[in-house]
């Protein structure tokens, strides 16, 4: 059994190697511009501190700190990290796929290039939707609120590691319409198993939005509902991909029920 299993193994240790050296390429040119990816992080921060500063009458004003020596090397490397894994997801998701064509028949193994690119173009659309939606309204919030009483001391090693969580579980959730139109194209889900799985979906997708965002109703809420279209739309893509057929048994079971 172990002999079946090690040329799979040996392509799975060569495709993990390429992906983490290309993650590593790109890690390295990230550093470099490290300073404007920072930048680029902490705008929404800054802004919700600008609004704190002009809501408060007090003279204090918030500010972002750091608690630790050389917290500010360990920042850069964070962000530099996060900008490697997304400038080398095209690569990532190539891997990925020549990994899984050998066992696919000839005619999908010609979906490499939606694949790739319709992987790539949905996870970064789920990361500017984060930026640019969610992380202004969720962190004026909880900046705001408050700040009346306290002068927010923002630390900058957690608020990364914050950021790039709500980032990276935005981009792997918006990447739910990829995923289920290549499991329709391998004849594992069809558009009938998808609507009778939606009430537990519903229950899951408030979980993931409970766990990736933060602890208020708002920003769950702005996860969730996108969540929720993008399964519908992924509903709309599998019938269109793999319709559900109607059986034998079906119709019986039909007829039986309207005869009662």
Known sequence: MFDDLRPHLVELRKRLGLSVLSVFIAFIIAFIFHEAILSWITAPLNEALEEVAHLSKKAAEGMVTTHQVGGAFFVALKVSFFAALLGALPYILYQVWLFVSPGLYSNEKKMVIPFVVGGTVMFLVGVLFAYYVVTPFGFQFLITFGSFLYTPLINIEDYVGFFTKIMMGFG?????????????????????????????????????????????????????????????????????????????DDDEELSEEETK
């Open 172 to 248: 792997i959730a918006f990447e739910l319409p990829v995923f289920a139109y290549f499991l329709a194209l391998l004849g594992l889900v069809t558009d009938k198993s998808l609507k009778d799985f939606f009430k537990y979906a519903i229950l899951i997708i408030f979980v993931v939005a409970a766990l990736l965002t933060p602890p208020d109703v708002l920003t769950q809420l702005l996860m969730a509902a996108p969540l929720i279209a993008l399964y519908g739309v992924s509903i709309l893509i599998v019938r269109a991909v793999n319709p559900h057929i109607e059986d034998e």
